[in-house]
């Protein structure tokens, strides 16, 4: 995924109700120009007039079928982008959330896993003075707020999923 930036032909594109209404239609699937014309009970030139401008700020991009001399429109990764921005929310946080989850496991399988024993003496496989924070309660307290924190991500990713199309753009 790249960066969205949105250039000054792509708020020109989007300051219109129809234009809007063009990018919400096109969220379902790619259609035609004779497909939308007949959902929005507009003539075929205003809708080539309408989707030439969303094409420029590449909000949608035009797309010939093989075999088919239909062309059809959809949303564009930018387009996408700005009807379901919480998809990129979601992908930030789950991966984040997996990461806390690794970590946080390694700590506590470190924390859980025997080291090696002096006799009636049991020490940590690393040197105090090398790394005097990370004692055994340490690392269990790391474990616990990192699978905590994996835990809290993927509840907000499930509930901002389930927020469904649209969040932003009514």
Known sequence: MGKLTLDQSAFKALASETRLDILKRLDDKPKTLSD??????LTKATLHEHLGKLAEAELVSRKEREGHKWIYYKLSWK??????????YIAVMLS????????GVVALIRYLT??????????????????????ESALLLIAIVLISAFAVLLGLSIYLRGKGRNLFIE
Request: proline share 11%; aromatic share 4%.
């Open 36 to 41: 939308l014309a007949r959902e929005m009970d």
């Open 79 to 88: 387009g996408s982008s700005l009807l379901h921005p919480e998809k990129t």
């Open 96 to 103: 984040s959330g997996v990461a806390s989850l690794i970590v």
């Open 114 to 135: 025997p080291v090696k024993q002096e006799p009636a003496v049991r020490t940590l496989t690393f040197s105090p003075a090398e790394e005097p924070w990370l004692t």
